[in-house]
């Protein structure tokens, strides 16, 4: 069967169409997670009227009588209609006789695999992606060190603590204070601006556009008068700088639209409720594929649509509309045949390249990038990235994100080879664990434990992943 469904969505179909539509549509599915793609082929059924969704498939129930509709000699653009429709048909049934034959592996699934529990909910780490965005900079490995330190000490609001000395702190990281200076303002002008103030007051002028630190009353009114404009003292602030009131409260709109709790944005997960698109079971000695497409429902020829073909006889503008709704849902399908085709080839190369994890049972991931993969199905880095984004599978070692399978190196072990940032993660993990909490592990203990071991990754690695693990630094784990 799945022979018989690749010749009917061959690629030499596909081509057949034009490029920029098909190539948009492909794409796209090709990126859209499990839930979104059901809502985006529900979308297209509603919008297409020679489409419906039934229950249940019977293909006895499904033959067309396109064949008894009468053409005239000349009715060449009418003929050809019809042997598209005929084409679509096909494909349909196809389609539907396709899912059919994989309703086995659904059954042979526990019975817990099919309820509520296949949903997952998951948060978007917006903090995460604040330092990853501070990682990028173009800083030494102490500064990164520094950033991440007083990034850690930040409050739920995103200020540093009253008494937080970030010179002392800098001196520990052997920089000077126009160093620590440097860094810091880098950080209270990433997005959200204002991160590691000291006070309210560097929050918001860190918020102000550069054109506003022009305006030095603005300015003024922020560092030296916010008490008296927060307590509605105007007369106080327009008396200071000869403004009249109404002026002085124009300042106080531009200054209200800033945000006074900046870190209340990195805390403020976005929850998302998905399904794993690809289902991995391990079935004696190898694991088995299976895409997660039981949400994907059947759909047959609308019993309409003869009447259609009948009144477009007469009408071209209904001919060209009834065409383009029959390639609109034959590539709709294709790609989403071939969306599927695609995810099911990626896992199992993942499969392949990771055996130490799947195969050992160490838990332990190999590095891995998009470009192996790539390499080895023959297709765009690109197209890798679009099949793993926001996907995920359910393995026997629990509901995995596919880019969590690709790990860049982290180190290099004593033969030189490269070691996953995973692999370094759950050693930290441990180490931090088992440790003395009255005399706990600073960063450069866990890089020359890890020497030992045969590890070489830097004190700033160590850092970003103790981060990233959401370990707090050996001065706050001291008990």
């Known amino acids: 069967m799945t022979h018989k469904m690749s010749q009917s969505l061959s690629y030499k179909q596909i081509q057949e169409m034009s490029l920029k539509p098909q190539m948009i549509q492909s794409l796209k599915m090709l990126a859209l997670p499990m839930m979104d793609l059901e809502l985006e082929l529900k979308n297209e059924i509603v919008a297409n009227p020679l489409l419906e969704i039934v229950e249940d498939y019977e293909e006895d129930n499904q033959k067309n009588d396109i064949d008894e509709i009468e053409i ?31 309703d086995y592996s659904s059954k042979s699934l526990d019975e817990e695999e099919n309820n509520y529990d296949n949903y997952i909910k998951v948060e978007d780490n917006l903090k995460k992606e604040f ?4 990682e990028n900079y173009p800083l030494s490995d102490n500064e990164k060190d520094f950033a991440f330190e007083i990034i850690e000490r930040t409050n739920e609001y995103g200020f540093l603590p009253v008494d937080y000395d970030i010179y002392e702190i800098a001196s520990e990281y052997e920089l000077t204070e126009e160093e620590a200076d440097k860094v810091h303002q880098m950080i209270l002008h990433t997005k959200p601006k204002g991160i590691t103030a000291r006070s309210i007051e560097e929050c918001l002028i860190a918020q102000l556009e550069e054109y506003e630190l022009d305006d030095h009353v603005l300015v003024n009114i922020i560092q030296e008068d916010f008490n008296d404009l927060i307590h509605r003292k105007f007369q106080n602030i327009a008396d200071k700088y000869e403004l009249t009131e109404k002026e002085v409260l124009a300042f106080r709109e531009r200054i209200s639209i800033l945000d006074p709790k900046p870190g209340m944005r990195l805390n403020t997960s976005k929850a998302n409720y998905i399904v794993p698109d690809i289902i991995v079971r391990k079935i004696e000695d190898d694991y088995e594929v299976i895409i997660n497409d039981f949400y994907i429902p059947k759909i047959v020829l609308s019993k309409h649509y003869r009447s259609m073909l009948h009144e477009s006889a007469k009408d071209k503008e209904t001919v060209k509309y009834i065409r383009s709704k029959v390639n609109s849902a034959k590539f709709l399908i294709k790609s989403i045949f071939m969306r599927n085709r695609t995810l099911e080839r990626v896992m199992k190369s993942i499969i392949n390249y990771q055996k130490n994890f799947f195969f050992n049972n160490t838990g332990i991931l190999d590095p891995l990038t998009y470009s192996v993969i790539a390499n080895d199905l023959n297709v765009n880095e690109s197209t890798i990235s679009r099949v793993v984004k926001h996907k995920y599978a359910d393995t026997p070692f629990g509901i995995m994100c596919l880019k969590d399978f690709f790990c860049s190196a982290a180190g290099k072990d004593k033969n030189y080879e490269s070691v996953s940032r995973q692999n370094v993660q759950s050693q930290i993990h441990d180490l931090i664990e088992k440790e003395d909490k009255r005399n706990p592990l600073s960063d450069q203990d866990l890089v020359d434990i890890l020497k030992e071991r045969g590890i070489s990754v830097s004190r700033r690695v160590i850092a970003k992943y103790r981060e990233e693990l959401k370990i707090p630094n050996s001065r706050l784990r001291r008990k």
Not at 72 to 95: A, M, P, R
Not at 131 to 134: T, V
């Open 72 to 102: 005239k000699e000349d009715d060449g653009e009418i003929k050809q209609t019809l042997d598209e429709v005929k084409e679509l048909s096909e494909i349909l049934d196809t389609w539907n006789e396709y899912h059919d034959d994989k």
């Open 131 to 134: 330092i990853e965005f501070i």
